[in-house]
T-cell receptor, first 114, second 111 residues
């Protein structure tokens, strides 16, 4: 059973389009995250939710809107896609709200904006 | 702002040699320092972590050391094997429940 699963795994789209990535975790964790990994492999946090409540919102363009319908799901919607949005987006989860526990990452969603 | 610097960015070793990756952090309140391994095309996975009340931790061929005074911590891999080839990320916890990652080290172990 996959602990953190995200879909789709690959996404190729045109500039200006709107797309969504979905994430689900079956670990019973309270906290979920979205990370962006650019072409240089740099991992940067975008958002964090704890029990459906937004707790971290980095300086991400407001074209990015996360939604957590329940604590097992965290989706990411991106409006008006730009070339610079091309990256691998990783969903992750952890137990508790703090940053002192293991992050369990999904397999990543590679977004390519043409 | 808070940041984590990681060196070297690439590291090439012969199988059986040791590999050392170093990180420095800026936030003196950081108290948790994990290391993640990311194989090509895969997800990052935790390989070892250390908390600020411990100076060293070992798990088989990998070990991590922490120097709080100097604000740096290191990953040591002994008897490297080809399957150790991957990108390794250090990270440090900072306030507001954030984990800041280093830029990564691409380790290549040659048979």
């Amino acid at each position: 059973d996959t602990a953190v699963s995200q879909t789709p795994k690959y996404l190729v789209t045109q500039m200006g389009n709107d797309k969504s990535i979905k994430c689900e975790q079956n670990l019973g964790h309270d906290t979920m995250y979205w990370y962006k990994q650019d072409s240089k492999k740099f991992l940067k946090i975008m958002f964090s939710y704890n029990n459906k409540e937004l707790i971290i919102n980095e300086t991400v363009p407001n074209r990015f809107s996360p939604k957590s319908p329940d604590k097992a799901h965290l989706n990411l919607h991106i409006n008006s896609l730009e070339l610079g949005d091309s990256a691998v987006y990783f969903c992750a989860s952890s137990h508790g709200q703090g940053t002192t526990g293991e992050l369990f990452f999904g397999e990543g969603s590679r977004l390519t904006v043409l | 702002g808070e940041n984590v610097e990681q060196h070297p960015s690439t590291l090439s070793v012969q199988e059986g040699d040791s590999a050392v990756i170093k990180c420095t952090y800026s936030d003196s309140a950081s108290n948790y320092f994990p290391w993640y391994k990311q194989e090509l095309g895969k997800r990052p996975q935790l390989i070892i972590d250390i908390r600020s009340n411990v100076g060293e931790k070992k798990d088989q061929r990998i070990a991590v050391t922490l120097n709080k005074t100097a604000k740096h911590f290191s990953l040591h891999i002994t008897e490297t094997q080809p399957e150790d080839s991957a990108v390794y990320f250090c990270a440090a916890s900072i306030k507001n429940n954030k984990l800041i990652f280093g830029a990564g080290t691409r380790l290549a172990v040659h048979p």
